[in-house]
């Protein structure tokens, strides 16, 4: 056990310049990855009930992601708590990045929110997510963006914005409206799409 956890190690190290090339692209645009999954999901063919059940959930996870940005939102307004390379010029960051706060880490929250309503509500689909949001923030961190504390943080805001969301009647009905309304309006498009 402990020769297989070295040799990893030791592997780590000697390919450590290429591992950190892929924590840069993924702490840069790893959050492409949820968008696109959300576009596919959204327009994806299948049976109705199927359709929307994932579009509920894809709602449910933007109700997450906003309910938990407005909290961090706040939150930074409040305790303004600097970057590690803002605190410490010594510190340079990986990619460039501006001088906002630091805690709690936004992609952490969000992604684990995602992450969090997709195990609630798909199972076991959730959990690539989950080993997503462990990337994202790993990466935030290898970057030298974040403190552990953000992310720790960031998690905990994720997981109570996604347990709020999905325990919330309003957030069902309002999810309900809004495939209503998505539907009419995609139903009004195709009949114009005939006659023109």
């Known amino acids: 056990m402990i020769r297989s956890i070295l040799s990893v190690a030791v592997m780590a190290w000697r390919y450590r310049n290429g591992l950190e090339r892929l ?6 645009f790893g959050y492409l990855c949820y968008l ?5 999901e959204w327009f994806r063919p299948g049976a109705l009930e199927e359709r929307l059940r994932r579009r509920r959930t894809l709602l ?16 930074g307004h409040v305790w303004h708590r600097p970057r590690p390379f803002a605190a ?28 969090a309503v997709m195990c609630w509500r798909r199972g076991w689909q959730g959990l690539p997510f989950l080993a997503g949001t462990v990337l994202l923030s790993a990466s935030r961190l290898v970057c030298r963006l974040h403190y ?38 995609a139903y009004a498009f195709r009949q114009w799409r005939r006659f023109w």
């Open 60 to 75: 449910y996870c933007l109700f997450a992601v906003s309910l938990g940005s407005a909290v961090s939102w706040c939150i």
């Open 148 to 185: 552990r504390s953000d992310i720790l943080g960031g998690w905990i805001l994720g997981l109570i914005s996604a347990a709020a969301v999905v325990r919330s009647q309003a957030a069902a009905r309002t999810a309900t409206q809004i495939l209503r309304i998505y539907d009419i309006t």
């Open 88 to 115: 410490r010029k010594e510190i340079v960051p990986a990619i460039p990045h501006e001088e906002n706060a630091s805690f709690p880490s936004n992609h952490a929250m969000n992604s684990l929110a995602i992450a």
């Open 23 to 28: 924590f840069i692209w993924i702490a840069r």
């Open 36 to 40: 696109l999954y959300g576009a596919i």
